[in-house]
């Protein structure tokens, strides 16, 4: 596992857009050859994906043969719902870039059958080659997607029951009222992530420092479930320098 260690947040969101440009230009993508990238929802990849935009303004970068799959989506939230995940990756990215509709790929939290769905999304993981390059972002207790503590470290897509403290937590996103949070969400699991073929994790602020301290300095532990990147063969993290305040 690499770490790596940039000033501040602009830095960390500059690396990381610079990071899947080049992994996206070095790609030599053919009729049915695209570059398969997984990515985050959240405050922490906003940066990466405004500078994205502007790589892809600048002529820096195209999403033409980008095919993307997301890590996770509330259960029964209209796509259409300014705090649903599809309206995120729509209005902070994809429409802002040159991505096709049709290679989009985001659980559907509003599928009649939950557990087939997310069967079907590592089906088609698998059938377009897995994923080149996954990207994410932990929370504080150390998650990644919505594998909260305690999550199998082999786990693949699912639906999970939210955690009280997750309610919580994003409840300021719904008005403040937690009876509004929906309760489950469908994710990929760890196994999901840990089968791409190389993983990126954004660290940002010292509200993470713990988890990043549990995710390189201690053992692999399912309470923590970050730290299962650390036997992955191909994984980078990129922090900046508040997030290293618990590193011995
Ligand atoms: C996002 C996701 C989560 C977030 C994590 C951090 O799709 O699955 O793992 O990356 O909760 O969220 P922020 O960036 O808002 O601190």
């Not at 089906?123 to 932990?138: A, T």
């Not at 939210?162 to 937590?169: E, F, G, I």
């Amino acid at each position: 596992m690499r770490l790596v260690i940039k000033e501040d947040y602009n830095d960390v969101s500059e690396w990381a857009a610079k990071y899947i440009t080049k992994k996206i230009n070095d790609f030599k993508p053919g009729p049915d050859k695209h570059f398969v990238l997984g990515l985050p929802t959240g405050g922490t990849p906003l940066g990466m994906y405004k500078k994205l935009i502007e790589f892809h303004n600048d002529g820096k970068v195209s999403f033409k043969y980008v095919k993307t799959f997301n890590m996770d989506e509330y259960v029964d939230i209209p796509k259409d719902h300014p705090q649903s995940y599809h309206y995120y990756m729509w209005n902070n990215f994809f429409r802002k870039i040159d991505i096709l509709p049709s290679n989009v790929f985001i659980p559907d939290g509003n599928a009649q059958d939950l557990q087939a769905e997310c069967d079907k999304y590592e089906q088609k993981m698998s059938e377009f080659g897995g994923v080149d390059l996954f990207v994410g972002g932990i929370g504080p207790d150390g998650h990644i997607a919505f594998n909260e503590p305690g999550s199998s470290l082999a786990s693949r897509t699912r639906v999970k029951t939210l955690a009280q403290d997750t309610l919580r937590a994003n409840a300021r996103f719904f008005d403040n009222d937690i009876e509004r949070v929906p309760k489950k969400a469908l994710s990929v699991g760890v196994g999901t992530v840990m089968d791409s073929k190389e993983v990126m994790i954004l660290v940002t602020g010292s509200e993470k420092a713990f988890a990043l301290y549990k995710a390189v300095e201690e053992g692999i532990n399912h309470m923590w479930t970050v730290s299962a990147f650390q036997q992955h063969p191909h994984t980078v993290i990129v922090c900046d320098e508040d997030a290293t305040l618990e590193l011995r």
